[in-house]
């Protein structure tokens, strides 16, 4: 094997050695092994955020997606062991650097370590050894870029989490935002790190906030898989709870070689408002009655209604209401003529905003031009199954479709979430449908 000896790695070998208390006058001379080897979240994190110790796992509720994204570890073995059910634990190919002195001991202690040939790797951690177990050095960052232009959404009580935060490219278009995955942030992400505006730096993690499509980062910071049923047990919620009453600045995505930096203003993590808030609407869908009307605790508060075609960048939203809350009052009435010429096949949602609390969605009823495009799509996806059966994606998705027309309580979210993930599926019968999420659909 052929081993790299590079100032910048020396030196941060001597550093991690010293912080142990060790001989760093040896290790400043010593030859280091690169390899790549699996970490657990915390080893991968170790050094970069604030705090690894609330690090476990995630757990999945289903069998779906184990290999959706090459850098996530899981524990899944097959249908029948994980029937319940798999953990996401880690990040797979990570790039780490260990003294020839150490190779033997961390490669008994790590057994994923494979050394590689060549010169150093351009973004690496280090590792040493102390009493037998691994200790990891903070990540030495290749940064790719650091972005200034690109703004960024938050949406609250949504499908995927508590929070998430939407982030459109300015110039430089880095980060995945649709079915191909020719961007230099895509599918192969290992991690994601949330600094806020007070130094707070906050780890997350694949399929419970890392998605295939990384423009999209979301957390939950209750205890509460609601939003999303697919996920069992969220993890490192001491850290994300955190997040709350913090402003956002800076999201750093990290690649197995690079690492892409973006920076913003401030997105500020407003508190959440616990209680549901949902919503009937009228035979006609031209006005809606809240499930509440007390608004005194929402200070400035404001409806909007919409309608949504389409997804991602080629979305098309259409406002029909935007009007300051009446404490007492709970119906309001729907500008419908904007619909006019409209595919039917689009989504109605509903926020609550204020100055009080971060955005509320309002769960608003599926309604007959959705169930409509949706049969048809089931329709169409069962012919495709018929001439290639091994398609799971698309038969996970057919039955997810049957499953929500066949539901009383069904939403107009859910409806069109699964609308563009099957439209997308069955135009091309690829099976990385662009809605997908790791895990998720």
């Not at 476990?56 to 959706?68: H, L």
């Not at 370590?113 to 050894?129: D, I, L, S, W």
Request: glycine share 8%; proline share 2%.
């Amino acid at each position: 094997m052929k081993k790299g000896f590079l100032l910048t790695a020396a030196m941060a070998c001597v550093l991690a050695l010293a912080a142990c208390g060790a001989d760093t006058t040896d290790a400043a001379s010593e030859n280091l092994v690169y390899g790549t080897a699996t970490l657990t979240y915390a080893e991968f994190f170790s050094g970069d955020v604030s705090s690894t110790d609330s690090f476990d796992a995630v757990s999945s509720a289903t069998t779906s997606k184990y290999e959706i994204m090459p850098n996530m570890d899981t524990d899944f073995v097959d249908e029948t062991a994980n029937a319940d059910g798999y953990h996401i634990t880690g990040v797979k190919n990570v790039n780490v650097a260990v003294s020839e002195a150490d190779y033997e001991a961390y490669q008994a202690c790590n057994p994923t370590f494979v050394p590689t040939e060549g010169e150093a790797p351009a973004q690496y951690k280090v590792v040493t050894m102390e009493d037998g177990a691994a200790v990891y050095s903070e990540t030495h960052f290749n940064l790719a870029d650091t972005v200034t232009d690109a703004t960024a959404e938050l949406v609250t009580g949504g499908t995927w989490g508590d929070y998430q935060i939407n982030v459109a490219d300015g110039a430089a278009a880095h980060l995945r935002n649709s079915r191909e995955d020719e961007f230099d942030i895509n599918s192969e992400i290992q991690g994601i790190i949330l600094e806020t505006e007070s130094g707070l730096k906050v780890g997350m993690e694949h399929m419970q906030s890392i998605w295939v499509q990384p423009y999209e980062v979301s957390f939950n910071v209750l205890d509460d898989n609601t939003h999303n049923t697919t996920i069992a047990a969220y993890d490192n919620l001491t850290e994300l709870s955190k997040l709350v009453g913090e402003t956002v600045t800076k999201i750093t995505y990290i690649m197995p070689n690079a690492a892409y930096v973006y920076e913003f203003d401030g997105i500020y993590i407003k508190p959440l408002y616990t209680e549901e808030v949902t919503a009937s609407v009228s035979e006609g869908y031209d006005a809606v009655t809240l499930s509440i009307s007390d608004f005194g605790d929402f200070e400035n508060g404001k409806l909007t209604v919409t309608y949504t075609l389409g997804s991602g960048r080629n979305k098309e939203i259409t406002t029909l209401l935007e009007t300051a809350l009446v404490d007492g009052t709970d119906t309001y009435t729907l500008d419908v003529s904007a619909l006019a010429g409209l595919d039917a096949g689009g989504t109605y949602g509903a926020i609550i905003s204020s100055d009080t609390y971060a955005d509320v969605t309002v769960a608003l009823p599926i309604f007959q031009g959705q169930k409509a495009a949706l049969a048809d799509l089931v329709a169409t996806a069962q012919d495709l199954l018929k001439e290639d059966a091994s398609n799971a994606t698309l038969a996970e998705h057919v039955e997810e479709a049957e499953e929500l027309l066949a539901k009383e309580a069904a939403t107009s979210g859910e409806a069109g979430t699964l609308l563009a993930e099957l439209t997308e599926l069955t135009s091309s019968g690829d099976e990385e449908a662009s809605g997908e999420r790791g895990g998720q659909h």
